[in-house]
């Protein structure tokens, strides 16, 4: 495997910094059932990591540990070369921290503008009182953080469905408006939970360029877990693999796709029993 | 007719541009909606935006009678692009941005271009793919950088960065003087055409031609400065650059730009033009999406909604055109306008159309009527990029579905022996580009434009009516008269039917490819629990080709009825299992069928049409808008509908 200590320049011009999560022996129990067990990897600054496996390997638990949303049982977080501290998810998000999810968490009801300002939530100070009278600051604030989210609105490329309800939406593009939202919050690391499940070949593609787009223009860290081989080797600067809770592999996509445990674990081995 | 720079007192529009920002600087000229907000700029603005760039072109080294090719959406930069061109000397030759690589290759090859200014990655993206072929191009300039930051930037620079080169080193005396050396000769935009059957013809306009035309036609229609117009279809089309270029600096009316071709219906209304231009497909999609969403709305609305849409019908046509109207109908009228056409108007983005205009394709006399009762004063006009627009157009008061109107200012027109339609006017085209032979075969040595169009003038009216293409319009097997596209605009008109294709030259009678409108027909299907999972299977729904072949039998029927025609009826017809589309070179890029292509193509379905086979197997190749290819497998049914002979109709 190629030694990543220092920072370096990928092929396609991009920096990958220095460690900017770093997770050490990581064991996750529900019960009695162990899902992650004892695994460490580190997520570097500006790189697209992603995480794969067969159904039930741990990845979205694994995920979960990182927004906060799980507290492990053993094992430390870093993050920018400090050990985090037990966290409620909101204040890991407080940290530039986002995710989507792998089934989408959408206001239905609410239009796709609505639901992309509530990912700009960390950044209002303004009480409710203040809100309501929408006088001085609570005002600015909303101005600056509709500046953000049109911006995003425009990145995406979602401007006609800006006023549309998201339950309207076909799944692509409420899976587009997720991402959108996770963006608007300006995370410095983006965790994506399959954002091209269910989707057909053409809305993958643009997936996959937004994804990049992200990654090049806002320098935006990028973990994602995701099954199409095809997309996951395309795109990631690095891939670690679970299965059963446990870590197979991790490297680059050339040294997981040689990598005999993987293969194994993906096809399946025979028994001689 | 002959005005000259010193009547017009302005040789080119880098010299409109220049009076606008002397003469009304703080009105706004450009309007943008970006980040959900329109942005705007005055005519100062524009100018100094023009300015800045055209000096950072002399900076990239943009000689004199260059040609610098302009690709992507409406955006106001890429109009400025334009003018900044001109005003270094140079000449703008816009593109459709949605051409594919190799289209843009042969126009690029085509015009030696040396700079091209562009939108955004795509159109880098595509002329990158054919860099190779094109050793004369040395600079492109894109103006949205997204995801090209990682491209060589050797030959590569960003808008941006060209207006802040002109604005630190530009050299504005060399600048000045460029501009002031443009005379009314000088050519002020080449344009390809759409070549609906060769190669694209570059088409050289002059200041003259372009100045001249815009100044007449505002004067026909009174277009004033107060004008809003929204600029949505190809930059590349010589309509858009009469009226977005030419008439807006003429005027100085403003020019609005939708945030993406997604939102052009919701940017629509909220700008509300005064002066309006669409294809007909533009009016039938508007028109198809008010009667979907009618026949969803509650019972009420639904027979209010019918109840003064035929008031409309009897009344609106009449008081546009000034007719006497009784007191009775006038109120009805102002009740309608009150409860159902004024709202609906203004969710069309209609509601403020002073001039309205419809030209491409012929229209629909239902769907003509329909926005003309509403109150909107829709007409229609003819013309041709060799004519820079303007052939005939409809005066106000005298609007018929069924011509094209009156010569427009300045223009002559006459009629050849074989019924061709040929004209003269300021406007007239100075040349094909390194095409001298289509030139002189297009345009004769005293100025006279063949139009390809046969038609005539209608004697009690003096207005020109089109029956087709010259070389369209064949013989059958017994000689009798073969106009295609005539018969093709009858069974368009129904708004189940998006295209057809009617095929007879020489054969003893016709038959016809038709493709469904999967919008209407796909809500006809849900509305009746007729399940279907692609745009094929709904194709080859018995019921849909019940229905298809009841509007062929009207058709048929009322073909009959005309003589000289009676033979054009569809005997046999099949229902298209694809869309036929440009990307598959099936049609242009302004959506007018290629018959070569679609006869060499579909081969083996018309010769399924000139046998009695009752269905066809077949594969067809497609493109994806990627470029990528795949093939289809279908297996159609052939119909055979009543055809009737014009004796029965006479006997009836």
Partial sequence: MKDMTESYVTEDGRTIGDVMLDLRNITLRFGGVEAIKDISFDIREGEIRAIIGPNGAGKSSMLNVISGFYIPQEGEVWFHGRKRPQMKPYQVARQGIARTFQNIALFEGMTVLDNIMTGRLNYTKSGMLAQAIWKGKAEREETENREKVERVIDFLEIQAIRKTPVGRLPYGLKKRVELARALAADPKLLLLDEPMAGMNVEEKEDMSRFILDVNDEFGTTIALIEHDMGVVMDLSDRVVVMDYGKKIGDGTPDDVRNNQAVIDAYLGVAHDD | ?652
């Fill in chain 2, 1 to 652: 007719m002959s005005a000259g720079p010193v009547e017009t007192g302005v040789a080119s529009l880098p010299a409109l541009l220049a009076r606008n920002a002397r003469t009304m600087g703080a009105k706004t000229a450009y309007r943008e909606k970006e980040y959900g907000i329109w942005q705007t700029w005055s005519w100062a603005d524009a100018a100094v935006q023009v300015a800045d760039l055209a000096k950072g072109l002399l900076t990239l080294g943009v000689a004199e009678g260059d040609l610098v090719a302009i690709s992507g959406r409406n955006r106001p930069a890429l109009y400025w692009a334009m003018l900044a061109t001109q005003s270094v000397g140079a000449v703008p030759v816009p593109l459709y941005q949605d051409a594919a690589a190799e289209e843009i290759a042969y126009a690029l090859d085509h015009c030696g271009a040396k700079f091209a200014i562009v939108g955004d990655q795509e159109q880098v993206d595509k002329i990158a793919d054919v860099r190779d072929q094109l050793p004369g191009l040395r600079h492109i300039v894109y103006l949205d950088g997204r995801g090209l930051r990682k491209y060589d930037h050797s030959d590569l620079t960003s808008y941006a960065e060209v207006q802040a080169a002109g604005r630190a080193a530009g050299n504005e005396a060399e600048l000045d003087r460029r501009t002031a050396a443009l005379t009314y000769d000088h050519t002020c935009v080449m344009l390809y055409t759409s070549g609906t059957t060769s190669r694209p013809k570059g088409v050289v306009l002059s200041n003259r031609n372009v100045i001249e035309t815009a100044k007449n036609s505002c004067d026909f229609d009174s277009l004033k400065s107060d004008e809003e117009i929204l600029a949505y279809l190809p930059m590349a089309w010589v309509g858009d650059f009469i009226f977005s270029m030419g008439q807006a600096l003429w005027s100085g009316f403003c020019v609005n730009c939708p945030e993406s071709a997604d939102t052009m219906q919701h940017d629509l209304r909220e700008i509300g033009p005064s002066y309006f231009f669409a294809p007909p497909q533009v009016f039938e999609r508007q028109l198809t999406q008010v009667m979907i969403r009618m026949e969803d709305a509650s019972p009420l609305k639904q027979r209010m909604f019918h109840h003064y849409m035929d008031v409309a019908k009897r009344v609106g046509p009449k008081l546009l055109d000034g007719e006497a109207v009784s007191l009775k109908d006038r109120i009805a009228y102002r009740l309608g306008n009150y409860f159902v056409y004024a709202p609906l108007k203004d969710t069309l983005g209609l509601g403020r159309v002073k001039v309205g205009y419809t030209a491409g394709e012929a229209i629909g006399p239902e769907l003509f009527s329909f926005y003309r009762s509403l109150g909107i004063n829709l007409k229609q006009l003819y013309g041709q990029t060799e004519a820079t627009v303007f052939i005939t157009q409809q005066p106000n008061g005298q609007v018929r579905s069924d011509t094209v109107g009156v010569a427009s200012p300045g223009v002559e027109l006459k009629i050849s022996d074989s019924g061709e339609v040929f004209y003269r006017s300021p406007g007239v085209f100075v040349e094909y580009f390194n095409n001298p032979d289509s030139t002189a075969d297009t345009k004769d040595a005293d100025g006279w434009v063949a139009t390809g169009d046969a038609g005539f003038i209608e004697e009690t009216s003096g207005h020109l009516r089109i029956i087709d293409r010259v070389k369209d319009v064949g013989k059958m097997a017994d000689g009798s008269m073969f106009a295609p596209k005539y018969v093709e605009n009858k069974l368009k008109f129904y708004p189940d039917i998006l295209e057809a294709v009617v095929f007879g030259a020489g054969r003893d009678r016709c038959t016809a490819f038709i493709n469904i409108d999967l919008t209407a027909v796909g809500n006809w299907a849900e509305r009746n629990n007729i399940a279907y999972s692609s745009y094929q299977e709904l194709s080859q729904n018995q019921q849909v080709l019940d229905t298809i072949q009841s509007h062929v039998e009207t058709v048929n029927a009322s073909i009959a009825q005309d003589e000289m025609l009676a033979n054009c009826q569809i005997h046999r017809f099949l229902v298209l299992h694809k869309e036929l589309d440009a990307d598959d070179g099936e049609m242009t890029r302004t959506r007018k069928v290629r018959r070569g292509v679609i006869a060499e193509k579909f081969d083996d379905l018309i010769t399924a049409l000139y046998s009695d086979a009752p269905t066809i197997y077949t594969e067809t190749e497609v493109t994806y808008e990627d470029g990528r290819k795949g093939r289809i497998k279908a297996t159609l049914d052939i119909r055979d509908a009543k055809v009737l002979t014009p004796m029965t109709v006479a006997a009836e």
